[in-house]
């Protein structure tokens, strides 16, 4: 009996010491941890992705407004703009426009009304019977509620034989219509 007593109470004391060591270890993780990067973690927590997507923004009044695409789109947690990954976008104006362009990262409101393009953006207009427009920059704002387009950095507009540089742009998706403003220089390549 003396010697099942003693195997107990050697079990008994083990097993006190792995649950304080537990407690302990545990304890000091967690007081380890700044409570600021706990919080920005709950920030920034992502509630869904998705992978390959192709999203079709449609208006009761306009029809289609846009479609985009891309490799990946993460949303948070917090509400804010949704983050994509290679976005890609075509907007359709009047008179069979269609505006059609890719950039590196894009981010996205919570109404999907606004769509920012970020790095590399290369944008190209297309307009029945006439050629192709070529636009670049390194951001471009989409606002599909007023349906312009904008950029606040240089852009190159490039269409064959012209070609424009300006230091902003300002576009109606619907009409097709330009505006440049700040630094603008224009060559004009005369055919032969």
């Known amino acids: 009996m003396p010697r099942k007593f003693a195997n107990t109470l ?10 304080v060591s537990w407690q302990w270890l545990d304890d000091r993780d967690r007081s380890e941890l700044a409570p600021e990067s706990t919080v920005a973690m709950a920030i ?9 997507f192709v999203i079709t923004n449609v208006s009761n009044t306009k029809g289609q407004v846009y479609k ?19 976005p890609s976008v075509q907007m359709s104006g009047q008179e069979q426009q269609v505006w059609s362009g890719n950039a590196r990262t894009g981010y996205l409101s919570t ?11 290369a944008l190209s207009h297309t307009r029945k019977d006439n050629p192709p427009v070529d636009v670049k920059a390194q951001t471009l704002n989409i606002d599909s509620a007023s349906r312009t387009m904008r950029s606040d950095q240089p852009v190159t507009i490039d269409g064959g034989q012209w070609s424009f540089q300006a230091n902003q742009m300002q576009a ?11 630094g603008v220089e224009a060559q004009y390549a005369v055919q032969q």
């Open 172 to 182: 109606d998706v619907d009409n097709g219509i330009l505006q440049f403003q700040s």
């Open 10 to 19: 050697l079990i008994l004391f083990l097993l006190v010491v792995a649950v």
């Open 44 to 52: 920034n927590e992502t509630d869904y992705t998705l992978e390959d």
């Open 111 to 121: 109404d999907f009304s606004k769509l920012e393009l970020v790095g590399n953006v």
């Open 68 to 86: 985009l695409s891309g490799k990946s789109l993460s949303h948070f947690v917090n509400g804010s703009d949704s983050i994509i990954d290679q």
